[in-house]
């Protein structure tokens, strides 16, 4: 840390910032998290598409592996994949699952409607 009277000063120039910061941390601290927020502990990594994986990564220009510690950090900030320290893994929240999971082609086309979106907008059968 700073020197005393350093400490003091800042504290004194950031007096309005911190409550503020504490205020929202007791906010967040309290909000219930919505269902796709939660992690889903049934389900693992390996339900992801890596192809949709590894269009994220190209697309972004991360520059990671699919497989990487660092990608598994990157998806956890996007809250599409939460740390279990117990476990030592990464388990997929909702949205992670929602936007990554992979669908089997009997589950898609059973739905009665399968379409493709060009950039320009116009629907393709």
Do not use: W
């Not at 269009?55 to 279990?84: C, K, P, T, W």
């Amino acid at each position: 840390m700073f020197d005393k009277d350093l400490q003091e000063e800042i504290e004194k120039a950031n007096r309005e910032f911190i409550k503020q910061a504490r205020e929202r941390r007791v906010f967040v601290s309290q909000r219930k998290q919505t269902i796709t927020e939660r992690v889903f502990a049934h389900a693992n990594k390996s339900e992801f598409s890596n192809d949709a994986l590894q269009l994220l990564i190209n697309s972004a220009n991360l520059g990671m592996e699919v497989d990487s510690n660092e990608f598994n950090e990157y998806l956890a900030s996007l809250n599409l994949l939460e740390r279990n320290d117990q476990q030592n893994t990464y388990l997929p929240t909702g949205n992670g699952l929602l936007l990554l999971q992979e669908i089997s082609k009997s589950i898609s086309t059973s739905s009665g409607h399968v379409s493709d979106y060009s950039l320009s907008g116009q629907e393709k059968a």
